[in-house]
């Protein structure tokens, strides 16, 4: 009885004694075991696929940390650079459309170009002109729906040319047909352009400026992947993506894994798409590690002390003679780019890219609660919050339901409550996910693992 | 002279009628969040999630009345049930301030931190209201559908367009207008309205003559809570009521704010109308207008649509930019109660 009393204070009391490393170690090693209890109570299949969600939700989580860690930028379209990163993935990957190349692929090309064009220009107006008065707001203007008028003209009959191409099963231009592990580098360009872009326009502005103009380039983007079929097929979905891993079935023909297989005393299926989930493990875990190392040495470089310096004092850093807006800029396009890669790196991992699945709650406040809840400014603490709130992300519902159940015990089966609460339990996600936001600012805003003093 | 009255009342049958509409449904919406911007200082990106709150309120005291065979027709029973949804939106509003906000105020957090904070809340009373009544559509107006009938229109005129006024666009207008003519004469006739504008324009002297900041809040919070369920109730009899919608207006709104200069409940409508009239008239496809003023046919036979209906949130978003690229402080030049 005592014993068990006193317990609790004593581990607490030698939790605090640990040196904030070793801490670190017994955070990592209880996440580590939560997954190694999955694997052994659920199945290891399950657990690896969780740890794969878990380290492309860690590199996520290091993106954003970069830009509201390092420099306190609040960006509220992760969804929209993640889904960039998915583009790049079948735009690099996926075979050409020949057929579809021939019908429409010019008039895009020289549309597109011209939409470029309208652009560089109205700007260059927009600035020569600064002494026209009236006539500054009026010839920009004209030059752009101009030049957007022309830019549809050339490109309507091709995207409908295109989408008519076998539509049921391309239908779109299809991509470069390259190995998609280089699409993780192009899903970084692209996010980082994109950024660079909105960072442009409400950078330098107030903080709240960019949080708008990322919610809204975010649910552009979506728009644009949903509708624009020539580019992505749209809702048709693109379905089998190359892999960068050898496929289930090849496996199970291998006359060597077969062998490895019963040595393990596995079923054949199983033994394969385990194989291929460690694959993919690896990978990203070599991705991650990468990431990580870069991200810790910038942190820890002259840079990254001049980067803490803007965020916690933009005028005084602004008084020793740094850039703050450039700074700013520079650090969201980094932070961006780390976003598209995750992206990319997802859609691979999916085998397919899907433009409804891209929902804010998954994307964007996901990534924010893992990066609050593990340690804004700490590299390991969004890499921690990444795993922990994916986790329980995943095993949310199932404890929500479970929870229901027992609330509900004492009413009969088909009462109209229960059957109501039991419908709703998928929305406990978003409760739970507002609570624990708002509980860790509340409470603990430097999160699990805090930012380190230096 | 026909073919171009009748142009004429093709636009406004689909631009001016639901743009008066829509304007003023997010001139409402942008009220509200140019308030809390004034005197909290931050954008509240849980006003979408408030205003859907407050209508779930308001839908289902709808259902109840109807029920309960209680009706105001040809008026809609949610204009009778509106009182249910206030007073709820007002007290989950005085609730999140006595319990989330108020301590951030008190440690005087910077704006991002607020901001974060009411992406919270907004999760937390999206939750809810999943959890109340669902992810589906649903409409609750009922009463006379239209003020004016296509048909009808067509019959009496003899013009060959039709255009139609819904009872639920002629309500949001004259609401509208009582509303913001309420607000305003209480922001500047009265004592507290006065020390709200005092409060908003210099806090540390609006605190030395002795103003009660804690009043201040609460009220600016009862005003927000009344106008976004007003604004989304209207919405939802003008659409129809569905909470990823409400999420979605989010954008249009703060859009709203901005071009007509965050903090300035004048620039809020001029924004609002901005707005809703831009989407519109973006989005609609000009090809039977064309037809009317210069013949079938030739300006090819393109929809004559400058972005499709898809993109009409994309809209908002150009808008934004544009504004923020050459007048960040909006139309009215923000910041002033």
């Known amino acids: 009885?005592?014993?068990?009393?006193?317990?609790?204070?004593?581990?607490?009391?030698?939790?605090?004694?640990?040196?904030?490393?070793?801490?670190?170690?017994?955070?990592?090693?209880?996440?580590?075991?939560?997954?190694?209890?999955?694997?052994?109570?659920?199945?290891?299949?399950?657990?690896?696929?969780?740890?794969?969600?878990?380290?492309?939700?860690?590199?996520?989580?290091?993106?954003?940390?970069?830009?509201?860690?390092?420099?306190?930028?609040?960006?509220?379209?992760?969804?929209?650079?993640?889904?960039?990163?998915?583009?790049?993935?079948?735009?690099?990957?996926?075979?050409?459309?020949?057929?579809?190349?021939?019908?429409?692929?010019?008039?895009?090309?020289?549309?597109?170009?011209?939409?470029?064009?309208?652009?560089?220009?109205?700007?260059?107006?927009?600035?020569?002109?600064?002494?026209?008065?009236?006539?500054?707001?009026?010839?920009?203007?004209?030059?752009?729906?101009?030049?957007?008028?022309?830019?549809?003209?050339?490109?309507?009959?091709?995207?409908?040319?295109?989408e008519a191409v076998d539509s049921a099963r391309t239908g779109y231009l299809g991509g470069l047909g390259l190995p998609i592990m280089l699409s993780w580098v192009v899903g970084g360009l692209f996010a980082a352009a994109a950024a660079w872009v909105v960072g442009k326009i409400s950078l330098g502005l107030r903080a709240d400026y960019l949080a708008i103009a990322t919610l809204g380039i975010s649910e552009i983007i979506i728009y644009v992947l949903k509708f624009e079929d020539w580019l992505s097929r749209g809702v048709k979905n693109v379905n089998g993506l190359p892999r960068p891993v050898p496929y289930e079935v090849d496996l199970q023909n291998n006359s060597w894994f077969v062998a490895l297989a019963e040595d393990m005393n596995l079923p054949l299926v199983d033994a394969s798409s385990l194989v291929v989930k460690i694959c993919y493990a690896l990978l990203f875990t070599v991705v991650l590690l990468a990431i990580l190392w870069l991200s810790e040495t910038a942190l820890r470089s002259p840079w990254g002390r001049m980067m803490r310096a803007i965020r916690d004092n933009e005028t005084a850093a602004n008084a020793m003679g740094k850039n703050v807006t450039r700074q700013h800029l520079l650090v969201f396009v980094l932070g961006s780019a780390v976003i598209g890669i995750a992206g990319a790196m997802l859609v691979t991992l999916d085998g397919q890219f899907t433009p409804t699945s891209y929902q804010p709650l998954r994307f964007t406040f996901l990534i924010w609660v893992m990066v609050i809840a593990g340690g804004s400014g700490n590299n390991w603490g969004a890499v921690l919050g990444g795993f922990l709130i994916w986790f329980f992300w995943i095993e949310a519902e199932p404890i929500g339901l479970w929870f229901i159940d027992v609330l509900t015990s004492g009413l009969p089966p088909g009462h109209w409550l229960r059957l109501h609460l039991l419908e709703s339990a998928a929305h406990t996600r978003l409760m739970t996910m507002g609570v624990i936001l708002l509980l860790v600012l509340r409470f603990s805003p430097r999160g699990l693992i805090p930012e380190a003093r230096r | 002279m026909e073919s171009a009255l009748n142009a004429l009342i093709l636009i406004g049958n689909y631009i001016v009628v639901p743009g008066l509409a829509y304007g003023c449904q997010l001139a409402l919406g942008a009220l509200g969040v140019t308030m809390i911007y004034a005197v909290l200082r931050f954008s509240n990106f849980g006003h979408g999630e408030i205003m859907s709150f407050g209508t779930m309120l308001v839908i289902l005291a709808t259902f109840a009345l109807q029920s309960a065979g209680l009706s105001i027709a040809p008026l809609p029973t949610a204009l009778l049930a509106l009182p249910v949804g206030i007073i709820g939106a007002i007290g989950l509003c005085l609730l999140l301030d006595r319990y989330v906000y108020k301590f951030y105020r008190q440690q005087r957090a910077s704006p991002v931190i607020y901001l974060i904070v009411s992406i919270g809340t907004m999760f937390i009373i999206g939750g809810l209201i999943r959890f109340i009544i669902g992810p589906q559509d649903r409409n609750f107006a009922d009463g006379e559908r239209f003020i004016v009938k296509a048909s009808a229109f067509k019959a009496n005129t003899g013009f060959s367009e039709g255009l139609a006024i819904k009872t639920a666009q002629g309500v949001t207008v004259l609401t509208t207008f009582a509303v913001v003519g309420l607000v305003f004469w209480f922001l500047n006739y009265t004592r507290t309205g006065k020390s709200m504008r005092a409060f908003a324009d210099n806090e540390d002297l609006a605190l030395l003559s002795g103003i009660d900041p804690d009043r201040v809040v609460r009220i600016t919070w009862i005003i927000t809570a009344v106008l976004a369920t007003i604004a989304g109730t209207l919405y939802g009899l003008d659409k129809s009521y569905k909470p990823l919608v409400y999420l979605h207006l989010l954008l249009p709104i703060f859009a709203a704010a901005i071009v007509g200069g965050v903090g300035n409940p004048l620039g809020a409508i001029a924004g609002g109308f901005v707005i809703a009239f831009s989407e519109l008239a973006i989005t609609f496809a000009y090809k039977k207008v064309a037809g009317y003023l210069i013949g079938d046919g030739v300006l090819g036979d393109g929809l004559l649509q400058l972005l499709s209906t898809d993109y009409k949130f994309a809209v908002s978003f150009l808008i934004l930019?544009?504004?923020?690229?050459?007048?960040?402080?909006?139309?009215?030049?923000?910041k002033t109660l």
């Open chain 1, 1 to 162: 009885m005592t014993k068990s009393a006193k317990t609790p204070g004593v581990v607490r009391q030698q939790i605090a004694s640990l040196s904030p490393s070793q801490r670190n170690i017994l955070l990592f090693a209880g996440m580590g075991l939560l997954l190694i209890i999955v694997g052994i109570v659920q199945s290891w299949n399950v657990a690896f696929s969780i740890l794969n969600m878990c380290l492309i939700s860690a590199i996520m989580a290091l993106g954003v940390n970069i830009q509201w860690g390092y420099a306190g930028l609040f960006n509220v379209g992760i969804m929209g650079f993640a889904a960039l990163g998915g583009l790049a993935a079948v735009v690099v990957s996926m075979p050409p459309v020949e057929a579809a190349w021939a019908a429409g692929g010019l008039g895009v090309v020289a549309g597109l170009a011209i939409g470029i064009v309208t652009l560089l220009v109205s700007m260059l107006i927009w600035r020569r002109g600064q002494g026209w008065g009236r006539w500054r707001y009026a010839v920009t203007g004209g030059v752009v729906v101009a030049g957007y008028v022309l830019m549809r003209m050339l490109i309507d009959p091709s995207t409908m040319a295109i």
């Open chain 2, 321 to 334: 930019v544009v504004v923020l690229l050459v007048k960040p402080t909006g139309i009215f030049s923000g």
